[in-house]
Every structure is written in structure tokens, then in C-alpha cells.
């Protein structure tokens, strides 16, 4: 009787380390460098059916490959040089593309704590310039801003940090960022000194949903990503509590089975247009369009 109810415990205790075993070993895997891929904006290209009051458009495209600098896979500390590049173009004669944003960075990311699996906290810096490839006259002759051919050129710092968290329950890995933008006026070309934010705070909170089902399970089936900024700084005689002074999108993106490298997205974006020389435009937008899936778990 004692050895039939040993060999029970024992089969008992197997099936569960098993079953245990096989949970921790399928969940998605997590690393500094996904953790800075999350930070990054995607690469993707938007179709012409934007609803807004942006000039119509017969694509928006972002494109933002990454460039890990490091001594090992498991480092703690490592670099990421990024060539963003972003263009718009207009639905109009000849399809014009003006004003490309050029916006070449490097970043320094640091694994403070790693409490247990998919819980991280990480800080990083961020040195980055932005400009537009244009050397004519900010302003055309009856004062208004020059968009086909001004210069625009601005360098700005960010500091900040990242916390990551997986949730059994909802199958989803989440991630919650805040970091202040420090644009030097030093740094920037003197057109922008007074009308151009040089500090911001900006806060997103992301979450990768994964299928119920263990098939694709190493893939996102679904994101969410929300992410605000507040520009914090006198500019523009924007009175302080003046909503102009608020960033906010909301970001839809689904990975359907039978695509492998990119998906469907959504987009809501209101505030500042973040298109160099046109920050002075406050538009609100819908975007749809195809996203690459560059974050492998």
C-alpha cells in the first residue's frame, strides 16, 4: 500500500513539474535588446485614406532600422544606432515628396533590475538630431514659415527608463516608458528659439497580446500602443494650460496568420505634426496601414 501511494506522489509531482516546466519553457522570451526594440518607433507605411485635416497624402512611410552595438547577448549595458528616416507624399501633381524628417540616433540602454522572468526595469539616453535637409530661408517674404524648402534643424537629449511585466492571464507582455526631451537652445538653429518646444515629457504604455493557442505562440497576435507627450516649456505664447501643449496617439496593430513580417495598423494621432518644418500644424488624424514586425519573441 506504502509503495503504490509513493509511486501516486510521485507520478503526481512529475505531471506537475511537467506541466510547470512547459509554461515557463513557452512563455515568450525577453531581452535587453527587445526591450529596445519596444522603445523604438515602428517602421511602416501608411495608405492614402487618411481622415483628418492633414494634406492629403499618398503615404506617410517611417523607416527605422536598428543597429545593436554590444560585448555579448546577455550585456547589461548596449548601443543602438538608428538612421530614422521619415517622408510624406502629397497627393498632388507630380506626387511631390518635400521635407524628408532626418533623424540619426544613438542610444544607451541599461538593465538596472531583472526581478524574475519578463519583469525588467531599464534605463536609458538618448542623443539624437533632427532636421530636414533643406538650407533656404525659414521664413518666405510675407513672414509665414517657408515648408517647400526652409531649413529646419534642431539636436535634442532624452533620459528615461522602462518597466516590462508579463500577464499569465491575459497572455501579454507589457511595458510602461516615461522620459523628459531636452532640445538645447544652443542646439537648435535660431528660427526655432521661442517657437519650438525644447522640453517635453513623454509617457507610453504598450502591451503585446499573445493566442490562447500554443500554435504562433513565439508571435504577437495583437499590439497596443498609447503614448502622450507634454511640452513644458514657454513657447509660442501657448498659454500653460492650452491643449496645444498635448501629444496623444492611440496605435491598433494585428498580425494576421497568413503574413509573416508585417501586419495591419490603425492609428489615432491629435497634436503638434511632428513633420520638421511643419510643427507649427496641429492636426488630427486616421491612419491605416502596414507595419513590419521587427520584435520577435
Known amino acids: 500500500m506504502k509503495t503504490s501511494t509513493y509511486i501516486l506522489f510521485f507520478l503526481l509531482w512529475y505531471v506537475h513539474f511537467a506541466f510547470s516546466q512547459k509554461d515557463k519553457d513557452t512563455l515568450p522570451q525577453l531581452d535587453l535588446s527587445k526591450i529596445a526594440l519596444i522603445n523604438q ?3 511602416y507605411i501608411t495608405f492614402p485614406t487618411d481622415i483628418g485635416n ?3 497624402l499618398m503615404f506617410e512611410a517611417n523607416v527605422n532600422p536598428s543597429f ?3 560585448k555579448r547577448k546577455d550585456s547589461k549595458l ?3 544606432l538608428k538612421p530614422q528616416i521619415t517622408i510624406r507624399m502629397y497627393n498632388e501633381e507630380s506626387y511631390p515628396v518635400r521635407t524628408p524628417s532626418y533623424i540619426p540616433q544613438i542610444s544607451v540602454y541599461y538593465l538596472a533590475k531583472k526581478y524574475e522572468a519578463l519583469n525588467y526595469l531599464v534605463l536609458y539616453g538618448k542623443i539624437a538630431h533632427h532636421s530636414n535637409g533643406q538650407d533656404g ?5 510675407d513672414n509665414t514659415i517657408n515648408l517647400q524648402t526652409g531649413n529646419f534643424a534642431t539636436n535634442f537629449m532624452e533620459f528615461g527608463f522602462l518597466k516590462t511585466a ?7 507582455i507589457k511595458t510602461i516608458k516615461s522620459s523628459i526631451e531636452i532640445h538645447p537652445k544652443d542646439w537648435m538653429i535660431q528660427e526655432l528659439k521661442g517657437k ?3 522640453l517635453r515629457w513623454h509617457n507610453s504604455f504598450t502591451s503585446f497580446k499573445f493566442p490562447l493557442t500554443e500554435s504562433h505562440s513565439d508571435k504577437a497576435n495583437f499590439s497596443l500602443k498609447v503614448e502622450t507627450t507634454l511640452m513644458l516649456d514657454k513657447y509660442n505664447n501657448i498659454d500653460v494650460f492650452d491643449l496645444d501643449r498635448v501629444n496623444a496617439s492611440l496605435s491598433f496593430y494585428y498580425h494576421p496568420k497568413f503574413l509573416e513580417d508585417i501586419g495591419l495598423f490603425v492609428q489615432f494621432y491629435h497634436g503638434m505634426d511632428y513633420y520638421n518644418i511643419y510643427f507649427e500644424h496641429q492636426i488630427s488624424v486616421i491612419r491605416f496601414g502596414i507595419m513590419t514586425e521587427i520584435l520577435r519573441f
Do not use: H, Q, T, W
Open 166 to 172: 508579463y500577464s499569465n492571464k491575459l497572455k501579454a
Open 41 to 43: 518607433s515602428d517602421s
Open 54 to 56: 492633414i494634406e492629403p
Open 68 to 70: 545593436v552595438i554590444r
Open 196 to 198: 519650438y518646444s525644447g
Open 78 to 80: 548596449m548601443a543602438v
Open 137 to 141: 530661408d525659414f521664413y518666405n517674404d
